[in-house]
């Protein structure tokens, strides 16, 4: 089968398309045919290995001292299963899915193998696979934040720093959905698809500082990683919270898909897609994503459907 494989750490370019042996399931296990996967920013780290130094050594460790251990990038997902093992339960052949792998990446390539209990949901009728495959990591890591550790409810005040990105989109979506009026924060150029996705305010970061406004939050949720507690404190209502997507990592879960595939087919929340790219193109869709500018998702069509 066609894979994207990489055995170095560094840019773009140490991506190569191969020919490998096709993955077999194991008894508790399901064959996934992939048509489409996604860039995340997890994938971009992994590849170039740009880590804080203070994980450094222990990314290392986890992930490959001198080399990749896992030599095939990807975290999100759709497709349909080809065959499953003897002893599952809660698939069968034929099922399109929509799922993350975890820590196991390996969903830049025709075809992989799961365990069952993985994150792992029956895809959104109302959706294509690239637009379920950009679901997972991004909704998923928005949902948790926002109701899991910032416990949103409504009629709160929550402003979405990074509201353009993968997890911001899903965040104000979300946040809408759970009764909050919300502001979302990104730059210029998306600002009419932050109001396109229910933002009640949008704030554009290069024009305006939302910490100096005199508007004050029930909770902010960072949804890139690049702001701070100690300078987001200003705008806090008393009692406030703070979150921040550098301060954890969601678990995968699939009651999560599950909830997030409910509210899709219900029309509440949507995928939003940046660009596309072919399986043969994926470093050109990681140099893309380096750039740092990219609105919701970059999908690879990784085969088509049949």
């Not at 909704?139 to 979405?160: P, W």
């Not at 911001?168 to 730059?187: I, M, N, P, R, Y």
């Not at 596309?276 to 470093?283: A, D, G, I, K, M």
Request: hydrophobic share 40%; charged share 25%; with cysteine.
């Amino acid at each position: 089968m066609k894979a994207i494989v990489y055995t170095k750490y560094g840019p773009p370019n140490v991506l190569q398309l191969k020919e490998i042996e096709k993955p077999t399931p194991k008894d508790d296990g399901v064959l996934i045919r992939i048509y489409a996967a996604t860039v995340t920013s997890g994938d971009v780290r992994l590849r170039s290995f740009m880590v804080p130094p203070l994980f450094w050594l222990p990314a290392r460790i986890m992930f490959g001292l001198r080399k990749p251990r896992r030599k095939i990038l990807g975290h999100e997902f759709a497709g349909v299963i080809e065959s499953v093992g003897k002893d599952v339960k809660l698939f069968k052949k034929g099922d399109k899915v929509f799922g993350s792998t975890g820590f196991g990446a390996g969903t830049y390539a025709a075809y992989i193998s799961l365990p069952e209990t993985k994150a792992l949901a029956l895809k959104p009728t109302n959706m294509t696979s690239g637009e379920a495959a950009a679901v997972p990591v991004g909704a998923t890591t928005a949902l948790f934040f926002l109701r899991d550790k910032g416990e949103i409810h409504s009629g709160q005040k929550v402003l979405i720093y990074g509201a353009s990105g993968s997890v911001g989109t899903f965040a104000v979506q979300l946040a809408k959905q759970f009764g909050a009026e919300v502001t979302a924060v990104c730059s210029t150029t998306n600002l009419e698809l932050v109001r396109s996705l229910g933002a009640d305010k949008a704030i554009d970061y290069t024009r305006e500082d939302f910490t100096q406004s005199g508007e004050t939050y029930d909770l902010i949720f960072d949804a890139v990683g690049k702001s701070s507690s100690s300078r987001s404190k200003r705008a806090l209502k008393r009692n406030g919270s703070f979150v921040s997507v550098a301060h954890g990592i969601a678990p995968d879960r699939s009651q999560d898909l599950i909830f997030l595939k409910e509210l899709i087919e219900a029309g509440k929340i949507r995928s939003v897609i940046d660009k596309r790219y072919s399986l043969e193109q994926v470093p050109k869709a990681h140099a893309y994503v380096d750039k740092g500018h990219k609105k919701g998702k970059v999908v690879i069509t990784v085969q088509a459907e049949v």
